[in-house]
């Protein structure tokens, strides 16, 4: 195929969320070499009427509401464009059947269009189109914008939440089945959507290494929120959600009262509250913070934990975090969810129940020295973005040669 492709990036995590994720993260990467146009996904009209207080839908509504084709520079990239589709039809509550079907081929109708204004406005002649977890739209694109290979990018087991698997389950097979080739982010993933298609190949999370490398920087500001300097913290970073297994939590704090928990990200869930941990003196939620400011909280932790439950869902995961915490040196503690996570066994501690969780907490704590830290970074350092999208390019490579 022609050299440099223009790359056109479909995915269900908006580039503007305030939680990241890898498809941003690989749209990042890719924009160093090639042009890269992000669509969000699209906001139905319910999602308006939710979201209409919100500054950044506001702005769009020429966009939203009439089709306008606005290209939006995505912050401190050099080739990164996003990209608002006009508003769609909430059609998951539908069963599968003929109305369920009509309603969707407008929506792809109206996403098509999308397509079709970002090749014209931006005089596209070769493009590879990447779909990155969204399969309710682009089942096909219209002939006339066909790309040079579609590629769908599986990022969680879609069947394991009742909203997603509705639809989506039935609809990813297909996408799978018509797409050129298929990627998965975890070990799990792969196997599963094998047994659909043997064009599936593993390219795996990663992380902003230079980011997270900034928390070993002895000048880094204390957040202004962090007042446990007098204490050890313990402490984790991401979404509080169904996937942390709560009762784990309680017992990590009751066993480690002279010392802080400290959960940063956004609350998702009062699950917590189920399980009394707000009313425990030494944890503390601090809520959502900027993807940037992250490493200061990390800084600060003195040891982060990935608790997930073990479950069908988390089998299939490879968390961001773990690259992110190990590139900030620190003594990493996660339950035995996941066999990518299993992967890093010789650098971080897995506990294999709870009270074996409680203690490898005890041995983190020991054993932590320079040379652990060095290691953990080192680990991390072979697990960039940058890695990943050379990756991507030996499997693109890979399957023209047997195709």
Same mark, same amino acid.
Request: aromatic share 14%; net charge positive; with cysteine.
């Given at each position: 195929m022609p050299s440099k492709p223009d790359i056109i990036l479909f995915s269900l995590f908006r580039w503007d969320s305030e939680i990241s994720s890898s498809a941003l993260a690989l749209a990042k990467e890719f924009s160093k070499n090639h042009r890269v146009f992000y669509i969000n996904h699209p906001f139905s009209l319910k999602d308006l009427f939710k979201s209409f207080s919100n500054k950044k839908v506001r702005k769009r509504m020429l966009s939203l509401l009439f089709g306008k084709y606005i290209s939006e520079p995505i912050p401190a990239n050099k080739d990164l464009w996003g990209i608002t589709p006009k508003l769609t039809l909430p059609i998951n509550f539908l069963n599968q059947g003929i109305l369920y079907e009509f309603f969707a081929a407008i929506n792809n109708k109206i996403i098509n269009r999308t397509v079709r204004k970002i090749i014209s406005h931006n005089s596209i002649e070769n493009y590879l189109f990447l779909n990155c977890y969204n399969p309710? *739209? *682009?089942?096909?694109?219209?002939?006339?914008?066909?790309?040079?290979?579609?590629?769908?990018?599986?990022?969680?087991?879609?069947?394991? @939440?009742?909203?997603?698997?509705?639809? #989506?389950t039935r609809l990813e097979k297909e996408i799978i089945l018509n797409y050129d080739f298929s990627l998965t982010t975890s070990m799990e993933l792969l196997r599963l959507k094998q047994e659909i298609s043997s064009t599936v190949y593993y390219l795996p999370n990663?992380?902003?290494?230079?980011?997270?490398?900034?928390?070993?920087?002895?000048?880094?500001?204390?957040?202004?929120?962090?007042? *446990?300097?007098?204490?050890?913290?313990? #402490?984790?970073? #991401?979404?509080?959600?169904?996937?942390?297994?709560?009762?784990?939590?309680?017992?990590?704090?009751?066993?480690?009262?002279?010392?802080?928990?400290?959960?940063?990200?956004?609350?998702?869930?009062?699950? =917590?509250?189920?399980?009394?941990?707000?009313?425990?003196?030494?944890?503390?939620?601090?809520?959502?913070?900027?993807?940037?400011?992250?490493?200061?909280?990390?800084?600060?932790?003195?040891?982060?934990?990935?608790?997930?439950?073990?479950?069908?869902?988390?089998?299939?995961? =490879?968390?961001?975090?773990?690259?992110?915490?190990?590139?900030?040196?620190? @003594?990493?503690?996660?339950?035995?969810?996941?066999?990518?996570?299993?992967? *890093?066994k010789d650098v971080? =501690?897995? #506990?294999?129940?709870h009270a074996d969780f409680v203690s490898k907490i005890d041995l983190a704590f020991k054993e932590n020295n320079q040379i652990r830290i060095d290691q953990r970074?080192?680990?991390?350092?072979?697990?960039?973005?940058?890695?990943?999208?050379?990756?991507?390019?030996?499997?693109?490579?890979?399957?023209?040669?047997?195709?």
């Open positions: 309710y *739209f *682009f089942k096909n694109i219209y002939s006339k914008l066909k790309p040079s290979f579609y590629i769908y990018y599986s990022m969680d087991d879609i069947s394991q @939440a009742s909203y997603t698997n509705r639809h #989506g990663a992380a902003d290494i230079s980011l997270f490398l900034t928390a070993l920087n002895s000048e880094l500001s204390i957040p202004f929120d962090w007042i *446990f300097n007098d204490q050890k913290t313990i #402490g984790y970073i #991401g979404a509080i959600e169904s996937r942390i297994d709560y009762e784990l939590l309680y017992q990590i704090a009751k066993s480690n009262e002279d010392k802080m928990i400290v959960l940063v990200g956004p609350i998702v869930t009062n699950e =917590y509250k189920e399980h009394k941990l707000d009313k425990l003196k030494n944890v503390r939620l601090l809520g959502q913070k900027s993807y940037e400011d992250l490493p200061a909280y990390l800084r600060q932790m003195d040891i982060a934990l990935i608790p997930f439950k073990k479950n069908k869902l988390t089998k299939s995961i =490879y968390p961001l975090k773990i690259n992110e915490y190990l590139a900030a040196g620190k @003594a990493v503690v996660s339950t035995d969810f996941s066999e990518d996570i299993k992967a *890093f971080i =501690y897995i #506990g294999c129940n970074i080192e680990v991390a350092k072979s697990n960039t973005w940058e890695a990943r999208v050379k990756l991507f390019w030996k499997i693109l490579e890979k399957y023209q040669t047997i195709n």
